[in-house]
């Protein structure tokens, strides 16, 4: 029976794609920073793990915990959203921390194993951010378009042994935590001179028209992890899909 290793399932996107892997009849290794049993029914395929991207006892302690993975996707990540001027740049290190530099510290923890039994997919999710740019969300946006750089050299690295590794760009969802997940309160980073340019920002985000859905991203990651061909994009929503085809 295949095994998926998710980060950050705590909420949205990483819950929902916990649950789908579940509902398909497969082992789930959910991790979150802290273990929450009750998001999930019980399940004798499902092990939930504490896991904190950030540091490197925990990453060894999850993988070590976790055995032989078929998919790990790294789903874990935290937002900011404001004026790149009043961003304090302890933040922005902050933000890469998790969104970077967690996800290639725990790609570099799974390779070994998956390189050895040469087999394997790794699906990094990033954001529709990186497919047009986006106002008030420049440090956020760097996070994601490293990853994606990063995920397209890798790709043809560990093709060499038959490891496949995938992106999934999901659009907006207003219904998940993506503006409460962060440090600083979004208003903190808004200083009176972009008073006037954020306002129409906001507004548009709080009636957007082509959103996506958690199940979209879900399905998304869930197509990326048995598709056999080269193909790297898998955009997750209407919005996120309009943008691709707008690109």
């Keep these: 029976m295949t095994t998926a290793l998710i980060t950050g399932c705590s909420s949205g996107y990483g819950l929902e794609t ?10 789930v290794i959910a991790t979150m920073r802290s273990p929450r049993p009750d998001l999930f029914e019980p399940s004798d395929r499902l092990c939930i793990l504490s896991l904190d991207v950030t540091s490197p006892d925990s990453i060894a302690a999850a993988i070590e915990a976790a055995g032989p993975i078929d998919v790990l ?6 937002g900011v959203v404001g004026a790149f001027e009043a961003t304090p740049m302890a933040h922005v290190r902050k933000v890469f921390e998790t969104n970077t530099f967690g996800v290639m510290a725990m790609v570099q923890a799974a390779i070994p194993q998956m390189r050895a039994r040469r087999s394997g997919v790794i699906v990094n999710v990033t954001s529709s951010v990186t497919l047009a740019p986006m ?3 420049a440090a956020y946006t760097a996070t994601k378009q490293a990853i994606e750089g990063f995920t397209g050299s890798l790709a043809h690295e560990l093709a060499a042994f038959d490891v496949r590794v995938k992106l999934v760009e999901p659009g907006y969802a207003p219904t998940t935590r993506f503006a409460d997940n962060t440090a600083i309160p979004v208003m903190d980073l808004i200083p009176e001179a ?4 954020a306002g129409p920002v906001f507004a548009k985000f709080a009636n957007p028209g082509l ?3 958690e199940a979209d991203v879900a399905e998304a990651v869930w197509r990326a992890a048995h598709d056999t061909s080269a193909r790297l994009r898998y955009p997750a929503g209407a919005d996120a899909v309009a943008l691709a085809k707008a690109g």
């Design 18 to 27: 916990a649950r789908h892997f579940l509902a398909q009849g497969w082992n």
């Design 73 to 78: 996707v790294n789903n874990a990540g935290i």
């Design 135 to 137: 106002p008030l969300a």
């Design 194 to 197: 972009y008073a006037d340019f």
């Design 211 to 213: 959103t996506t859905r």
